[in-house]
């Protein structure tokens, strides 16, 4: 019998191996979170996001002005320690204003999220895996909606409904969960004929528990990515209503409400204009660099 040259086997060191480990038990979001800080635009995005929330919720709680306070004496002030936006037409701190739009747009935001999250994800789930005549007659009626553009029937509904803030949501609820649906639906196509779906089949799983704990947590990587572009979306489309007097009604602050009354004095106080539209160029921008991040971070072609 030949012997075995010891030579040619050489133990590898110690810290190499403690890397290997770590590799090996690196879970897919611990994975996802590391490629995210990675990325610096998408990590400034998520600061930017973040430091919002908590100044929309925080910030006006300090201040001694509220949203609706009017002081005739203090009209179209510019920018100073007492007023760090400036007033508007009215003597109203402009800085409380965009707080309050802020928190208007975030929940414009997260009404969003939540109807493409629970309306979306469960049409497209169901039309996905159940196939045949039934996905024809779900995705015909998606192709007949969404063949109106959003923003179009959002308005006439809001024409209808007259503005307000329970309108905006009701007229969001009708068609943001549409791109939603037909992304979900793709995602369960390409997934349920894999091997995993056809061994759970296999074995007697329920068509519940196949699409609810199989195929539908799969996908939800593109879920949250589309989450999360939908939100500045839905953002500017309240900005839009608002600012052409079918959003929120005065003297409720508002994004685009404080844009449409700056417009009236852009030449004479322009930074009435200025603060609120930086605002939601801000908003938007932080958001799209998140959801392009989340996109490459959760996409399955990028893991290394």
Same mark, same amino acid.
Request: charged share 15%.
């Given at each position: 019998?030949?012997? &075995?040259?010891?030579?040619?086997?050489?133990?590898?060191?110690?810290? &190499?191996?403690?890397?290997?480990?770590?590799?090996?038990?690196?879970?897919?979001?611990?994975?996802?979170?590391?490629?995210?800080?990675?990325?610096?635009?998408?990590?400034?995005?998520?600061?930017?996001?973040?430091?919002?929330?908590?100044?929309?919720?925080?910030?006006?709680?300090?201040?001694?002005?509220?949203?609706?306070?009017?002081?005739?004496?203090?009209?179209?002030?510019?920018?100073?320690?007492?007023?760090?936006?400036?007033?508007?037409?009215?003597?109203?701190?402009?800085?409380?204003?965009?707080?309050?739009?802020?928190?208007?747009?975030?929940?414009?935001?997260?009404?969003?999220?939540?109807?493409?999250?629970?309306?979306?994800?469960?049409?497209?789930?169901?039309?996905?895996?159940?196939?045949?005549?039934?996905?024809?007659?779900?995705?015909?009626?998606?192709?007949?909606?969404?063949?109106?553009?959003? /923003?179009?029937?959002?308005?006439?509904?809001?024409?209808?409904?007259?503005?307000?803030? &329970?309108?905006?949501?009701?007229?969001?609820?009708?068609?943001?969960? /549409?791109?939603?649906?037909?992304?979900?639906?793709?995602?369960?196509?390409?997934?349920?004929?894999?091997?995993?779906? /056809?061994?759970?089949?296999?074995?007697?799983?329920?068509?519940?528990?196949?699409?609810?704990?199989?195929?539908?947590?799969?996908?939800?990587?593109?879920?949250?990515?589309?989450?999360?572009?939908?939100?500045?979306?839905?953002?500017?489309?309240?900005?839009?209503?608002?600012?052409?007097? /079918?959003?929120?009604?005065?003297?409720?602050?508002?994004?685009?409400?404080?844009?449409?009354?700056?417009?009236?004095?852009?030449?004479?106080?322009?930074?009435?204009?200025?603060?609120?539209?930086?605002?939601?160029?801000?908003?938007?921008?932080?958001?799209?660099?998140?959801?392009?991040?989340?996109?490459?971070?959760?996409?399955?072609?990028?893991?290394?």
């Amino acid at each position: 019998m030949k012997m &075995i040259n010891k030579d040619l086997f050489v133990p590898l060191e110690r810290e &190499i191996l403690q890397v290997q480990k770590k590799e090996e038990t690196l879970g897919y979001w611990q994975d996802a979170w590391i490629r995210l800080k990675k990325n610096k635009m998408a990590l400034l995005g998520l600061i930017i996001i973040v430091c919002l929330i908590v100044v929309a919720i925080f910030g006006p709680i300090f201040s001694s002005h509220t949203y609706d306070e009017q002081n005739l004496m203090m009209t179209n002030s510019s920018p100073s320690w007492e007023h760090w936006f400036g007033t508007d037409n009215l003597g109203r701190d402009i800085f409380i204003r965009v707080l309050y739009g802020a928190r208007i747009s975030l929940a414009i935001g997260i009404v969003a999220s939540l109807l493409n999250l629970f309306i979306g994800v469960i049409y497209g789930g169901i039309a996905g895996f159940c196939g045949g005549k039934i996905d024809r007659i779900m995705m015909n009626i998606v192709d007949i909606l969404y063949s109106v553009p959003t /923003l179009l029937y959002v308005i006439l509904l809001m024409v209808i409904l007259k503005p307000g803030l &329970i309108n905006i949501f009701i007229a969001l609820g009708i068609g943001y969960w /549409l791109q939603m649906a037909r992304i979900v639906r793709g995602q369960i196509l390409s997934m349920k004929e894999q091997e995993f779906i /056809l061994a759970a089949k296999t074995i007697g799983v329920s068509k519940k528990r196949i699409l609810f704990r199989h195929l539908l947590p799969n996908a939800m990587g593109a879920i949250i990515v589309t989450m999360t572009l939908a939100i500045p979306d839905a953002i500017f489309t309240e900005a839009f209503l608002s600012f052409i007097g /079918l959003g929120v009604s005065a003297p409720m602050a508002s994004w685009g409400v404080l844009a449409s009354e700056g417009v009236n004095n852009l030449r004479a106080y322009p930074f009435q204009l200025f603060f609120p539209a930086v605002a939601i160029s801000v908003t938007m921008l932080a958001f799209n660099f998140l959801g392009d991040g989340l996109r490459d971070v959760l996409d399955p072609k990028m893991r290394r």
